[in-house]
């Protein structure tokens, strides 16, 4: 979607786009320029937060990311050949999360390199010992490539001389024999290292949404809630649904089953929702939804979860000397305690064996 193409064609009929920039469109150098004012602290980036439950966005609460927008004039054609001009926001964000993910495994990148750096030169049988410091670069180069560290250790080697005296034996005068290693020291350098990290996080998007309509704060929350609508879309194309492959020859049944199967979807999309609100209200967890785990707990369950653990419950109609009887699974604690968090009151089940 981020395509210069695809972008003029939005454009044309004056509609409206937000994408991620890629590493193709957002080069590493332009990114640099682009974070060059807040990197030398001449430009702080403003705090984002996102509206809670109830649509509120208050002040108090943690943000979730850094950011700020420039503008760029944007110039391409369409698929009818035809140029337009128009001018696009760039909204640099920071995930403040995604920022001390990509830390915490930088660092850990960094700590098992200068292990293994700093073991480089240790004795052990069958290990062949360094030649000479020409070796010992080498070696040192290929573990910091190896776990893509470069210029955030230092390498240090020095060689050390050992002399000592070989008694006399016999005949054979006393004799001072000298032995030659070369020792490797690495340690994590600091400010490459802080200067890297505050590089980490940061992603540009596109828009041709102008301020008043779509904020910084805003095109946030847009682009985050993509995901949800996709995890949607994949319960519709997946194994919850399965709308595809579809084997109709009839158009109208194809469309009739799609509309069947969306109003299936919204009940799919609405259960997690109501149900994690009503364990958020109360401040509890859900167990026994985990299939081999029943002490389990987590406060945000899936609709596949809870429906996995009421698969068990059946609906048995039974005819016998004409007389007609119904046998419905009886619900234990877990059963109830999902419907009970779906707001779906017990007695609709009762009712269906009355």
């Keep these: 979607m981020a395509a210069m193409g695809t972008r003029a064609e939005i454009v044309a009929p004056q509609d409206s786009y937000l994408c991620p920039l890629s590493a193709k469109q957002m080069p590493q150098a332009e990114l640099d320029r682009v974070l060059a004012p807040v990197l030398g602290n001449t430009l702080a980036p403003s705090a984002i937060r996102l509206p809670n439950a109830d649509g509120v966005?208050?002040?108090?609460?943690?943000?979730?990311?850094?950011?700020?927008?420039?503008?760029?004039?944007?110039?391409?054609?369409?698929?009818?050949?035809?140029?337009?001009?128009?001018p696009e926001r760039r909204l640099v964000?920071?995930?403040?999360?995604?920022?001390a993910s990509q830390e915490q495994r930088v660092r850990?990148?960094?700590?098992?390199?200068?292990?293994?750096?700093?073991?480089?030169?240790?004795?052990?049988?069958?290990?062949?010992?360094?030649?000479?410091?020409?070796?010992?670069?080498?070696?040192?180069?290929?573990?910091?490539?190896?776990?893509?560290?470069?210029?955030?250790?230092?390498?240090?080697?020095?060689?050390?001389?050992?002399?000592?005296?070989?008694?006399?034996?016999?005949?054979?005068?006393?004799?001072?024999?000298?032995?030659?290693?070369?020792?490797?020291?690495?340690?994590?350098?600091?400010?490459?290292?802080?200067?890297?990290?505050?590089?980490?996080?940061?992603?540009?998007?596109?828009?041709?949404?102008?301020?008043?309509?779509?904020?910084?704060?805003?095109?946030?929350?847009?682009?985050?809630?993509?995901?949800?609508?996709?995890?949607?879309?994949?319960?519709?194309?997946?194994?919850?649904?399965?709308?595809?492959?579809?084997?109709?020859?009839?158009?109208?049944?194809?469309?009739?089953?799609?509309?069947?199967?969306?109003?299936?979807?919204?009940?799919?999309?609405?259960?997690?929702c109501i149900v994690r609100r009503n364990l958020q209200q109360a401040g509890a967890t859900l167990q026994g939804i985990y299939p081999g785990q029943p002490g389990r707990q987590t406060a945000q369950p899936t609709t596949e979860m809870m429906l996995g653990a009421l698969?068990?419950?059946t609906l048995s109609r039974i005819k016998s000397d004409g007389k007609l009887m119904d046998h419905l699974t009886p619900l234990h604690a877990g059963h109830k305690r999902i419907l009970s968090l779906m707001a779906v009151p017990l007695e609709s089940y009762d009712a269906l064996v009355t």
Excluded at 117 to 125: E, F, M, S, V
Excluded at 203 to 218: C, D, F, I, K, P
């Design 108 to 272: 850990q990148r960094v700590a098992r390199a200068v292990t293994e750096l700093n073991a480089l030169d240790a004795r052990q049988p069958g290990k062949p010992r360094l030649p000479d410091a020409a070796a010992a670069y080498q070696g040192a180069a290929a573990i910091l490539a190896k776990h893509r560290v470069e210029g955030l250790v230092t390498v240090t080697v020095t060689p050390d001389v050992h002399e000592h005296v070989k008694r006399r034996y016999g005949t054979r005068p006393a004799t001072t024999v000298r032995s030659a290693r070369v020792r490797v020291c690495a340690a994590c350098a600091e400010t490459p290292l802080a200067q890297a990290v505050q590089r980490l996080g940061w992603r540009v998007y596109a828009t041709n949404h102008t301020a008043e309509g779509l904020s910084l704060a805003q095109g946030v929350a847009a682009y985050r809630s993509e995901y949800l609508i996709e995890q949607g879309f994949g319960r519709l194309k997946g194994r919850s649904l399965s709308l595809t492959p579809l084997f109709l020859r009839d158009d109208q049944r194809g469309v009739a089953l799609l509309c069947l199967l969306s109003i299936a979807l919204r009940v799919l999309v609405l259960m997690p």
């Design 57 to 86: 966005c208050a002040e108090t609460d943690a943000p979730v990311a850094m950011g700020f927008t420039y503008t760029v004039a944007r110039s391409a054609s369409d698929q009818a050949g035809q140029a337009h001009t128009w």
């Design 93 to 99: 964000v920071r995930s403040l999360a995604l920022a």
């Design 311 to 313: 698969r068990g419950v």
